[in-house]
Protein backbone atom coordinates (compact mmCIF):
# COMPACT_ATOMS: atom_id res chain seq x y z
CA UNK A 1 0.00 0.00 0.00
CA UNK A 2 1.24 3.74 -1.03
CA UNK A 3 1.23 6.28 1.33
CA UNK A 4 -0.30 9.48 0.50
CA UNK A 5 3.07 11.28 0.24
CA UNK A 6 4.19 8.58 -2.67
CA UNK A 7 1.12 9.28 -4.63
CA UNK A 8 0.70 12.85 -5.07
CA UNK A 9 3.87 14.97 -5.12
CA UNK A 10 3.92 18.11 -3.37
CA UNK A 11 4.67 21.50 -4.82
CA UNK A 12 6.68 22.45 -1.95
CA UNK A 13 8.79 19.92 -1.56
CA UNK A 14 9.99 21.05 2.13
CA UNK A 15 6.57 21.10 3.29
CA UNK A 16 5.84 17.37 2.01
CA UNK A 17 8.73 16.45 3.74
CA UNK A 18 8.26 18.10 7.46
CA UNK A 19 4.51 17.80 7.30
CA UNK A 20 3.84 22.06 8.02
CA UNK A 21 2.01 24.07 5.06
CA UNK A 22 4.61 26.55 3.46
CA UNK A 23 3.72 29.80 5.30
CA UNK A 24 1.51 32.51 3.56
CA UNK A 25 4.23 34.64 1.98
CA UNK A 26 5.72 31.25 -0.34
CA UNK A 27 2.21 31.30 -1.66
CA UNK A 28 1.50 33.24 -4.95
CA UNK A 29 -2.08 34.12 -4.44
CA UNK A 30 -1.88 37.23 -1.48
CA UNK A 31 0.53 38.64 -3.67
CA UNK A 32 -1.46 38.62 -5.98
CA UNK A 33 -4.60 39.84 -4.20
CA UNK A 34 -2.02 42.73 -2.82
CA UNK A 35 -0.83 43.69 -5.85
CA UNK A 36 -4.28 45.43 -6.97
CA UNK A 37 -4.63 47.74 -3.95
CA UNK A 38 -0.66 48.24 -4.05
CA UNK A 39 -1.03 49.55 -7.46
CA UNK A 40 -3.49 51.82 -6.14
CA UNK A 41 -1.81 53.28 -3.54
CA UNK A 42 1.13 53.65 -6.04
CA UNK A 43 -1.23 55.82 -8.24
CA UNK A 44 -2.46 57.80 -5.24
CA UNK A 45 0.74 58.85 -4.63
CA UNK A 46 1.85 59.51 -8.15
CA UNK A 47 -1.67 61.97 -8.29
CA UNK A 48 -0.91 64.25 -5.09
CA UNK A 49 2.86 64.69 -6.30
CA UNK A 50 1.56 65.55 -9.70
CA UNK A 51 -1.39 68.05 -7.91
CA UNK A 52 1.63 69.62 -5.58
CA UNK A 53 3.71 69.99 -8.37
CA UNK A 54 2.31 71.61 -11.38
CA UNK A 55 -0.25 73.80 -9.79
CA UNK A 56 -3.64 75.06 -11.50
CA UNK A 57 -3.42 78.32 -12.97
CA UNK A 58 -6.77 78.79 -14.26
CA UNK A 59 -8.59 79.99 -11.32
CA UNK A 60 -7.32 83.09 -9.98
CA UNK A 61 -7.23 84.03 -6.24
CA UNK A 62 -8.97 87.53 -6.80
CA UNK A 63 -11.81 86.15 -9.06
CA UNK A 64 -14.43 88.28 -7.33
CA UNK A 65 -12.71 91.70 -8.50
CA UNK A 66 -12.11 90.14 -11.93
CA UNK A 67 -16.15 89.21 -11.77
CA UNK A 68 -16.58 92.84 -10.86
CA UNK A 69 -14.54 93.97 -13.28
CA UNK A 70 -16.15 92.87 -15.87
CA UNK A 71 -18.93 95.46 -16.72
CA UNK A 72 -16.22 98.26 -17.14
CA UNK A 73 -14.75 96.24 -19.45
CA UNK A 74 -18.43 95.71 -20.71
CA UNK A 75 -18.39 99.57 -21.12
CA UNK A 76 -14.85 100.02 -23.12
CA UNK A 77 -15.85 97.65 -25.57
CA UNK A 78 -19.32 99.59 -26.24
CA UNK A 79 -16.78 102.98 -26.54
CA UNK A 80 -14.60 101.06 -28.91
CA UNK A 81 -17.28 99.60 -30.90
CA UNK A 82 -18.57 103.63 -30.79
CA UNK A 83 -15.53 104.69 -32.57
CA UNK A 84 -16.17 101.95 -35.31
CA UNK A 85 -12.05 99.93 -34.48
CA UNK A 86 -11.27 97.37 -36.58
CA UNK A 87 -7.91 95.56 -36.55
CA UNK A 88 -6.06 93.26 -38.10
CA UNK A 89 -2.40 91.65 -37.10
CA UNK A 90 -0.66 88.26 -38.02
CA UNK A 91 2.72 87.17 -36.79
CA UNK A 92 5.63 86.51 -39.10
CA UNK A 93 7.56 83.58 -37.56
CA UNK A 94 10.57 84.18 -39.64
CA UNK A 95 11.52 87.64 -39.41
CA UNK A 96 10.13 86.99 -35.22
CA UNK A 97 7.74 89.86 -35.84
CA UNK A 98 3.59 90.79 -34.91
CA UNK A 99 2.71 93.32 -37.42
CA UNK A 100 -0.77 95.52 -38.27
CA UNK A 101 -3.05 98.17 -38.64
CA UNK A 102 -5.92 99.66 -37.00
CA UNK A 103 -8.61 102.05 -38.30
CA UNK A 104 -11.72 103.97 -36.76
CA UNK A 105 -14.16 104.26 -38.60
CA UNK A 106 -12.17 103.57 -41.87
CA UNK A 107 -9.48 106.00 -40.85
CA UNK A 108 -6.11 105.10 -39.74
CA UNK A 109 -5.49 105.09 -35.69
CA UNK A 110 -1.94 106.99 -34.93
CA UNK A 111 -2.23 106.84 -31.14
CA UNK A 112 -0.17 104.44 -28.53
CA UNK A 113 -1.69 100.76 -27.86
CA UNK A 114 -1.50 98.06 -25.91
CA UNK A 115 -1.46 94.41 -27.23
CA UNK A 116 -1.92 91.41 -24.60
CA UNK A 117 -1.62 87.83 -25.94
CA UNK A 118 -3.02 85.83 -23.31
CA UNK A 119 -2.17 81.88 -23.48
CA UNK A 120 -5.07 79.91 -23.06
CA UNK A 121 -3.40 77.86 -19.78
CA UNK A 122 -0.02 79.38 -18.79
CA UNK A 123 -0.21 82.34 -17.67
CA UNK A 124 3.58 82.70 -17.75
CA UNK A 125 3.64 82.76 -21.23
CA UNK A 126 1.37 85.67 -21.70
CA UNK A 127 3.16 88.86 -23.41
CA UNK A 128 2.12 92.43 -23.42
CA UNK A 129 3.45 95.28 -26.35
CA UNK A 130 3.64 98.96 -26.37
CA UNK A 131 2.56 99.90 -29.83
CA UNK A 132 2.63 102.79 -31.69
CA UNK A 133 1.52 103.01 -34.99
CA UNK A 134 2.68 105.07 -38.10
CA UNK A 135 0.13 107.53 -39.34
CA UNK A 136 -1.14 105.01 -41.61
CA UNK A 137 -2.33 102.88 -38.85
CA UNK A 138 0.57 100.32 -39.42
CA UNK A 139 2.73 98.81 -36.80
CA UNK A 140 5.31 96.33 -36.52
CA UNK A 141 7.12 95.25 -33.50
CA UNK A 142 9.47 92.41 -32.28
CA UNK A 143 7.73 89.17 -30.77
CA UNK A 144 9.30 85.78 -29.04
CA UNK A 145 8.41 82.80 -30.80
CA UNK A 146 4.35 82.02 -29.92
CA UNK A 147 3.46 78.81 -29.07
CA UNK A 148 0.88 76.57 -30.54
CA UNK A 149 -2.16 77.78 -28.75
CA UNK A 150 -5.05 79.54 -28.58
CA UNK A 151 -4.59 83.13 -27.73
CA UNK A 152 -6.90 85.75 -26.83
CA UNK A 153 -5.86 88.83 -28.32
CA UNK A 154 -6.65 92.26 -26.49
CA UNK A 155 -5.78 95.69 -28.04
CA UNK A 156 -6.67 99.05 -26.19
CA UNK A 157 -5.43 102.28 -25.69
CA UNK A 158 -2.94 103.61 -23.51
CA UNK A 159 -5.15 105.56 -21.68
CA UNK A 160 -7.26 102.26 -21.17
CA UNK A 161 -10.42 104.00 -22.42
CA UNK A 162 -11.81 101.52 -24.94
CA UNK A 163 -10.95 97.71 -25.50
CA UNK A 164 -11.75 95.29 -27.98
CA UNK A 165 -10.47 91.46 -27.46
CA UNK A 166 -10.71 88.49 -29.82
CA UNK A 167 -9.16 84.68 -30.12
CA UNK A 168 -6.95 83.69 -32.45
CA UNK A 169 -5.51 79.93 -32.71
CA UNK A 170 -1.76 79.98 -33.78
CA UNK A 171 -0.64 78.50 -36.27
CA UNK A 172 -3.66 77.33 -37.72
CA UNK A 173 -4.61 81.07 -38.20
CA UNK A 174 -1.65 83.28 -39.67
CA UNK A 175 -4.00 85.89 -39.28
CA UNK A 176 -6.43 87.57 -37.10
CA UNK A 177 -9.27 90.58 -37.47
CA UNK A 178 -10.47 92.31 -34.14
CA UNK A 179 -13.61 94.16 -33.69
CA UNK A 180 -14.85 95.54 -30.63
CA UNK A 181 -18.28 93.69 -30.96
CA UNK A 182 -17.13 90.22 -31.52
CA UNK A 183 -18.41 87.74 -29.19
CA UNK A 184 -15.52 85.38 -27.84
CA UNK A 185 -16.52 81.71 -27.92
CA UNK A 186 -15.28 79.17 -25.36
Known amino acids: MQTMSQVSPSVNGAAART ?27 HTMWLA ?3 QDALVSGDYYKQGKAINQDLRRTDAAAALKLDAALRYEPATGTLAGHINSAGRPYAAPLVITLSHSTLPEK ?26 TVSI ?3 E ?3 RMAGRWMW ?6 RIVPDQVLPD
Do not use: C
Open 126 to 151: DVTLMVQPDQAGQFRIALPMLDMARW
Open 156 to 158: ENA
Open 19 to 45: GKPAPWYRHRWPWLLMLGPGLVVLAGV
Open 160 to 162: RDW
Open 52 to 54: FTY
Open 171 to 176: PQETSV
